[in-house]
C-alpha cells in the first residue's frame, strides 16, 4: 500500500468538497434535504458516495447516469475495491441531483465527454479507503488491538492474530462516531481484487427480468399522458390552432400552448397521440422554409473560399505544399445525424406548491433541476431529480427540451404529465451532429514522406448555442477536435476553422468533432499513402514515433487483423486511429464490395488503450457499441434538409444497422500504466475511416462523402490499385 496520501481534517475536507461537495462526517449530513433522504437509515455515512446500515446493507450512490455504458457496476467497483467488499455485497442507486455530485471535470452533474470514470477514478476509490479506515479504527477499539493488526476482506474487519473478526454492519453505529483519518491508503495495482477483473453488470438482473425503470415506466398517481405537436420548420412558431376536433377524441383532457408548440392532454399515451394528429395548425415559419441541404452547402462553399481561424499552425504549409514533389487536394462532407436513441425522448413531472418531482431518462441532472427551477419558481432544495435508466443517450439526453415540456404541462394542470415524443418527433425535432464540410491539401517529398498538410474546416458550432463565451476568437474547440490533435509527424501543418452558421439546431453526438474529423483524417491519409506509393499502416507507423499510445494500438490491431496476409477473395482491408476523449483506439475493418455497391463489413478488429482498466468486459462492449454506432453513420444515415424541415422521420428512411450486417468485432486491450482515458465514445471515430480505407483499396476510389454510395461496378472489373509509386 505504497500509495499513502498523507491529509490534514482540512486537507480532507478539501478534497471531498471538490470530489462531491464535502465530507459527510457519521450521520451528520450537509443541510440539503435531498442528500439527508439519500442516506435513509444509514448509521454510517462516511462521504456522499456511500451508506452503510446496521444489518450490513452497504449503497453506493451513482452520480452518472447509466445509459448502458456501464457506470453502473464500473463506478461501484471503485468504491468496492478500497472498501474490501464484493460486488454481490452491496447495491447501487441513482444520486439525487445535488451539487455534491458535481462532475469536475464538466462543472456540472452530468454524463458525457467519456469522463464518468475518469473523474471518479481517485475520488471513489478515496471514499472507499476512508470507510475502511474508519471501520478498522472502530474495530480495533473495541478489541483494544493497534489498527495495523487489523485487515479487512469481505465487509469484514479481521484481527489477524487472535483471528477475531466483525462485519461492517456491527461496526456501522461506532464508526459514525470516528474521527476523519489523518492519512488513507490507496492499494497498489498488485493488491486489486476487483479492478481489472470481469465482473457481472450490477444492472443485468433487473433489466432482464423488466424490474429496471425506463423513463417510459414512471406511472404516478393520477398521472397524464401528453403530446406536443411542434413547428415542422426550423425557428418557426404558432400562430393559431383549432383544437375542436382534437378535443372531441376520446380520452382527450386538453390542449394546452407550451413554449415547443400545442400539448395534447389525455387519459393515456394513444389518445394524446391521436389527439394530436386531430389538430388543425397554422405556423409562421419566419422564412425558414426556403431552407434546404443545397443552401447550406452552398453556404459552407462560400466561407470554405476564404481563409479560416488558424488554429494550428506548425512550419510553413503553403511553402511546403509549393515545393513538394507531389500534392494531392481533396474535397470531404459529413452529413447532419441524430441520435435515433431506442428510447424515444420523454420525461415526467410532478409540479406542487410545495415541490417539484422529475422522473426523466436524462444526462443532465444539473440542467434538469435548473430547468425545472425556473418554470416553477421553487428553489432547489425543492426541486427534486429522479434519474432513471436511459434507453441510449449518445448525448441527445443532455439537453432540456424534453424536461421542458412535461414540468410546463404539470405546472399548469396540477397534476403529474408523462410527456412522450414519437420517433418522428425524436429524429426531426433533434439537435444534430454538424455537417461540415473540409478542404485538404497534402504534400509529398520525392523520399514519399509528407511534409505538408492543410485542413480547413467549415461548419455551424455547438458551444456557440450552448456555451457562446466557450466560443474563442471564433473557434469552436469541440469542432476541431480529431483534427487539430492530428498524432502524425508532418514538418508543416496548418488547420484552419470557419464557423459557419445555420438554421438547424445542433449538439454533442457520440464523439462530437472527432466523429467525422476522424474519419477525413484518416481517409486523406490514405490517399497522401496512395500518392506515395506506400502502405497504409506502415506509413502511419512511420509518422507515429513521436506518438507512442497511437502506435501502442496501431501496431496491436494490426497484428491481430492480420496485416499483410492473404485474404478471401473479394475482401480488403482498412485502417485507422484516432484518440478520442483520452482514449486510443485503432481499428481494421475487413470489406466487401458487392457488383452492385454494396458495401458489407465482414470483421473489425479494434485496439483500445485506455490506461488502467476496471471492467474489461465494459471496454469491450463500449468498443464494440461505438463501433456499431459508427457504422451505421458510415453505411446509411444522414440528415437532410427540404423547404426548411427535416426530410427523415422513422427507421425507413433514417435506418440502423441489422442484425444479419452486423460485423464479427475482436476488441483487443492493450496494457497500458498511461493516464486513465475515457471509453464510452472513443470506439466511433475510427470505424468510419477504417471501412472507408478498405473501400478505397477495393476500388481505387476514396470516399469523401457520408454515407457511403457507390453505384454498380462494372462487370469483371477490378480495382484500380489504392497506392501508386510517385513518378
Not at 499552425?313 to 470531404?332: C, F
Request: hydrophobic share 45%; proline share 6%.
Amino acid at each position: 500500500m505504497a500509495q499513502r496520501l498523507r491529509l490534514s481534517r482540512r486537507d480532507f475536507l478539501k478534497i471531498s468538497a471538490l470530489a462531491g461537495g464535502g465530507l459527510l462526517l457519521g450521520v451528520h449530513l450537509p443541510s440539503s434535504g435531498r442528500l439527508a433522504e439519500a442516506a435513509g437509515d444509514a448509521v454510517f455515512a462516511p462521504n456522499v458516495f456511500l451508506r452503510i446500515g446496521t444489518d450490513g446493507a452497504i449503497i453506493v450512490e451513482v452520480a452518472r447516469s447509466e445509459m448502458g455504458q456501464g457506470v453502473m457496476t464500473a463506478l461501484p467497483m471503485l468504491i468496492a475495491e478500497e472498501l474490501d467488499v464484493g460486488l454481490d455485497q452491496l447495491s447501487a442507486r441513482f444520486a439525487p441531483a445535488d451539487t455534491a455530485y458535481v462532475n469536475r471535470l464538466i462543472g456540472q452533474q452530468l454524463t458525457g465527454g467519456s469522463t464518468s470514470v475518469r473523474d471518479a477514478w481517485v475520488v471513489l476509490r478515496e471514499a472507499g479507503a476512508v470507510a475502511r479506515e474508519m471501520l478498522v479504527a472502530t474495530a480495533a477499539e473495541q478489541w483494544g488491538v493497534p489498527p495495523g493488526e487489523c485487515r479487512t476482506e469481505r465487509a469484514q474487519v479481521i484481527h489477524g492474530a487472535s483471528g477475531r473478526r466483525t462485519g461492517y454492519g456491527e461496526l456501522a453505529a461506532a464508526a459514525a462516531s470516528q474521527p476523519v483519518p489523518e492519512s488513507v491508503f490507496l492499494k497498489d495495482p498488485e493488491e486489486w481484487r476487483l479492478i481489472g477483473t470481469r465482473a457481472p453488470r450490477l444492472d443485468v438482473p433487473e433489466k432482464v427480468s423488466g424490474q429496471a425503470r425506463f423513463g417510459l415506466d414512471v406511472r404516478l398517481p393520477g398521472m397524464l399522458f401528453a403530446s406536443v405537436e411542434r413547428c415542422p420548420v426550423f425557428g418557426g412558431r404558432l400562430l393559431r390552432v383549432d383544437d375542436a376536433k382534437a378535443r372531441a377524441v376520446s380520452g382527450v383532457v386538453d390542449v394546452v400552448p407550451v413554449t415547443a408548440g400545442i400539448a395534447v392532454v389525455a387519459k393515456d399515451t394513444w389518445s394524446a397521440f391521436q389527439g394530436r394528429k386531430a389538430l388543425a395548425v397554422d405556423w409562421d415559419f419566419a422564412g425558414n422554409e426556403t431552407l434546404d441541404s443545397a443552401a447550406i452547402r452552398r453556404r459552407f462553399e462560400a466561407r470554405l473560399a476564404e481563409r479560416g481561424v488558424p488554429v494550428r499552425e506548425e512550419g510553413d504549409a503553403p511553402k511546403a505544399l509549393s515545393g513538394a514533389a507531389k500534392t494531392v487536394e481533396a474535397i470531404y462532407e459529413a452529413p447532419f445525424q441524430a441520435h435515433a436513441c431506442m428510447e424515444p425522448m420523454n420525461a415526467t413531472a410532478d409540479v406542487r406548491a410545495d415541490g417539484c418531482d422529475v422522473y426523466v431518462p436524462t444526462q443532465a441532472q444539473t440542467r434538469t433541476q435548473q430547468v425545472a427551477m425556473t418554470i416553477t419558481g421553487l428553489p432547489e432544495e425543492r426541486v427534486r431529480v429522479h434519474t432513471t435508466y436511459l434507453g441510449g443517450g449518445f448525448g441527445r439526453r443532455g439537453e432540456a427540451d424534453f424536461v421542458l415540456d412535461a414540468v410546463e404541462l404539470s405546472k399548469h394542470l396540477g397534476r403529474p404529465v408523462q410527456v412522450v415524443w414519437t420517433r418522428e418527433d425524436d429524429i426531426r425535432h433533434c439537435f444534430y451532429r454538424p455537417a461540415t464540410l473540409n478542404r485538404l491539401r497534402g504534400g509529398i517529398d520525392a523520399a514519399g514522406s509528407p511534409i505538408a498538410w492543410e485542413h480547413q474546416i467549415v461548419g455551424p458550432s455547438i458551444l456557440a448555442r450552448v456555451a457562446p463565451a466557450a466560443v474563442k476568437d471564433g473557434v469552436d474547440r469541440t469542432s476541431v477536435e480529431g483534427a487539430a490533435n492530428l498524432p502524425y509527424a508532418i514538418p508543416n501543418i496548418q488547420v484552419d476553422y470557419s464557423l459557419a452558421g445555420t438554421q438547424v439546431p445542433v449538439g454533442f453526438w457520440r464523439s462530437v468533432g472527432s466523429s467525422q474529423n476522424a474519419w477525413v483524417t484518416e481517409c486523406f491519409l490514405d490517399e497522401l499513402a496512395a500518392a506515395a506509393g506506400r502502405d497504409p499502416f506502415e506509413l502511419r507507423r512511420a509518422l507515429l514515433e513521436g506518438s507512442p499510445r497511437h502506435l501502442r494500438v496501431l501496431e496491436l490491431a494490426a497484428d491481430k487483423a492480420g496485416w499483410g496476409k492473404p485474404l478471401p477473395a473479394g475482401r480488403h482491408r482498412g485502417i485507422a486511429v484516432a484518440e478520442s476523449f483520452a482514449g486510443f483506439v485503432a481499428q481494421v475493418a475487413e470489406v466487401s464490395v458487392g457488383e452492385d455497391g454494396q458495401v458489407r463489413v465482414h470483421r473489425v478488429v479494434c485496439a483500445v488503450d485506455v490506461g488502467p482498466v476496471i471492467n474489461p468486459d465494459t471496454v469491450e462492449a463500449q468498443m464494440e457499441g461505438g463501433i456499431v454506432f459508427g457504422l451505421t453513420a458510415t453505411l446509411k444515415g444522414a440528415v437532410t434538409i427540404e423547404a426548411g424541415r427535416v426530410v427523415q422521420g422513422n427507421f425507413h428512411d433514417f435506418p440502423l444497422l441489422r442484425i444479419d450486417e452486423m460485423p464479427l468485432i475482436e476488441v483487443h486491450i492493450a496494457r497500458s500504466d498511461d493516464p486513465i482515458g475515457g471509453v464510452g465514445e472513443p470506439g466511433t471515430p475510427p470505424i468510419a475511416p477504417a471501412v472507408c480505407n478498405a473501400v478505397y483499396a477495393a476500388t481505387g476510389t476514396p470516399v469523401r462523402a457520408l454515407p457511403i454510395a457507390l453505384g454498380p461496378r462494372k462487370a469483371g472489373a477490378e480495382k484500380a490499385p489504392a497506392a501508386q509509386p510517385m513518378a
